[in-house]
């Protein structure tokens, strides 16, 4: 054996350096096996903190308005914001701590489009339901308009991906932020709401073009078939009584 000069090793020297080389293995396999273990005890952590057992002695009408889209008293500026209460058994992280802290008595609630801050906890009080604010026309998002351009775009985001939500039974709602934990990215046609708003104006605007042919010749109505199909055979007849 030799070392790293290309000399060779005495045979003292080349025990020792097995002993080095087995010992960094087992270090190798002893870190391998801790991270698998630290990945088990953040699972088993989110088991053991005793949420799920605190829910379950909620009362029902509490726990059914889980996954529900709404609109969120969402400060100055904001006025009432599309929303959804969030699953509190979902969460993780301070959001999870922040709705353990106010079980029973607010609600976690995400906010469309608010990527800095989405969660919060808000008293029932300061929530609506999602068909009643239609009716009260927060869907026109009047203060959001006020607070400026920029505003009342992200209020609009807001309002077709809480529509996207809406439309989805309440087990699938949120399910791309139950597995990414963020936004879906802009590339993602189904998840983003403004690829498919403009998608859908595309497809309008094809329909409602008029059809050409490819060489350009515009193409007869239905009133102008019979119309043309008599000058065909008008100018048919023409040549035939000059060949004779």
């Known amino acids: ?70 609109w ?42 608010c990527h800095d801050a989405p969660f919060t906890v808000l008293a029932e009080s300061k929530i609506q339901r999602w068909e009643g604010g239609l009716v009260d026309d927060l869907h026109l998002g009047k203060t959001a308009r006020s607070s400026g351009k920029l505003r009342f775009q992200a209020f609009q985001q807001a309002l077709q991906a809480a529509r996207i939500e809406a439309g989805k039974p309440k087990i699938l709602r949120m399910d791309w932020n139950h597995k990414k934990l963020s936004y879906p990215s802009p590339k993602d046609r189904k998840s983003n709401p403004l690829t498919n708003l403009k998608r859908e104006r595309e497809e309008k605007t094809v329909q409602a073009s008029p059809r050409r042919l490819k060489r350009g010749f515009k193409l007869l109505s239905s009133a102008d078939d019979s119309e043309g199909r008599a000058q065909s055979s008008n100018l048919f007849f023409s040549i035939e009584n000059i060949i004779g």
């Open 72 to 113: 969120a008293q969402g400060g100055i500026g904001f006025g009432y914001w599309p929303a959804i209460i969030y699953d509190p058994r979902l969460a993780v992280g301070s959001a999870r701590l922040l709705a353990k802290k106010h079980l029973g008595k607010r609600y976690l609630v995400f906010f469309f489009e």
């Open 1 to 70: 054996m030799a070392n790293k000069s290309g000399m060779f090793l005495q045979p003292e020297q080349r025990l020792s350096l097995i002993v080095d080389i087995q010992r960094e293995e087992k270090d190798e396999v002893k870190s391998e096996i801790g991270t698998v273990v630290s990945s088990k005890c953040k699972v088993l952590s989110l088991e053991a903190d005793g949420l799920d057992q605190l829910i379950g002695a909620l009362p029902s009408t509490v726990i059914q308005r889980f996954s529900e889209v709404c």
